[in-house]
Every structure is written in structure tokens, then in C-alpha cells.
């Protein structure tokens, strides 16, 4: 499963940015995903998932209410949408997709395929 993120860039602390990740039409429908970054210097972390389905999203503690995750079927693809954002939302992002099952994962561990990181950066 190759995956293809994009949507990354250089924002001020407070506004907003959309990332996406493609996968393989012929797997998405069967596929979970999940987002996560990694800042300099520290591990990389989880952000947000959603299931195979759609019916199941879950984010982290530092995201929520802010971060929103959605897949659109159609165009096989999986969507971040980051608003107000702050400075520590700064990192690499990483798309991540895991075959069957349908609940979210938090560890990296159980996510087999990933994308090439896009980078977020956000200034005060």
C-alpha cells in the first residue's frame, strides 16, 4: 500500500491547514488510517484515526476540538484538517494505514504502511 501525503507548509499560530493522503483505491475500502507527527527530537506521536468505515474517529488529547479527520471513499483519500493551530503543532506529519479490522489504533505498531512526512511548521 503506497501512500501519498501532502499539504504541508509554513502557517501563523492560529490558522488552519488541510493535509491529505491518497492510498490505493483498490485497498482503501478495507483500509484504517491514522495520522502522526513527530517533532524534532522527540518520538513520533499519534494525532488522529479514523476506521475502514468512517464510523469511528479518535484523536489526541492536544488535537481535539482543534484537528477534525475524515475520509472521502471516492477519491480514496484521507483528510486532516488542522485549525488553530500553535507553535507545538510543529512536526512531520505522517499518514499511516493498517488492513482490516475496524477500530483506531494509537501506536504506531499496528499501522504497516506509511507515507513520506509532510512538514508543518508554524510560527508565532
Known amino acids: 500500500v503506497q501512500l501519498q501525503a501532502s499539504g504541508g507548509g509554513s502557517v501563523q499560530a492560529g490558522g488552519s491547514l488541510r493535509l491529505s493522503c491518497a492510498a490505493p483505491e483498490r485497498t482503501f475500502s478495507r483500509t484504517g488510517m491514522a495520522w502522526f507527527r513527530q517533532a524534532p527530537g522527540l518520538e513520533r506521536e499519534f494525532v488522529a484515526g479514523?476506521?475502514?468505515?468512517?464510523?469511528?474517529?479518535d484523536y489526541a488529547d492536544s488535537v481535539k476540538g482543534r484537528f477534525t479527520i475524515s475520509r472521502d471513499a471516492a477519491r480514496s483519500t484521507v483528510f486532516l484538517q488542522m485549525n488553530s493551530l500553535n507553535p507545538e503543532d510543529t512536526a512531520v506529519y505522517y499518514c499511516?494505514?493498517?488492513?482490516?479490522?475496524?477500530?483506531?489504533?494509537?501506536?504506531?505498531?499496528?499501522?504497516?504502511?506509511w507515507g513520506q512526512g509532510t512538514l508543518v511548521t508554524v510560527s508565532s
Open positions: 499511516a494505514a493498517r488492513l482490516g479490522g475496524n477500530m483506531v489504533y494509537r501506536a504506531a505498531r499496528y499501522y504497516g504502511y
Open positions: 479514523i476506521t475502514w468505515s468512517g464510523g469511528t474517529s
